[in-house]
């Protein structure tokens, strides 16, 4: 019963949503998201250019590998071992490109 719900509910949002709507709803939220975490009107598109045209400093270290740290702790809290073999190994070849150490 609960998933034919959600099934409903599903097909009546994406009835709703259209190519532009789902444009409009993901420049607002990389904007909204963009000035929580960055504090200015920078965008995250931005600071992930600079990170990549510059090399990442101490403090784009820390926050990359908190942001690592975290996506591992969810990986390896699921039930599914597919994600384990996908996630982990890019999650170290990130750090093994921008030498950042794993500071758990």
Do not use: C, H
């Not at 504090?39 to 600079?50: C, H, Q």
């Not at 784009?60 to 990986?75: C, N, Q, R, W, Y």
């Not at 597919?82 to 996630?87: G, P």
């Amino acid at each position: 019963m609960k998933s034919m719900l959600l099934m409903y509910a599903i097909q009546m949002v994406m009835g709703f949503l259209t190519p532009e709507l789902l444009l409009k709803l993901v420049t607002l939220i990389n904007e909204k998201v963009s000035l929580f975490v960055l504090k200015s009107d920078n965008t995250i598109d931005d600071a992930i250019w600079a990170v990549i045209k510059e090399g990442p400093g101490a403090q784009t270290k820390l926050m990359i590998d908190t942001i690592l740290d975290f996506g591992e702790t969810f990986v390896l809290g699921t039930v599914s071992k597919l994600d384990d073999a996908i996630a982990i190994p890019f999650f170290n070849a990130v750090r093994a490109a921008f030498n950042i150490p794993d500071n758990d």
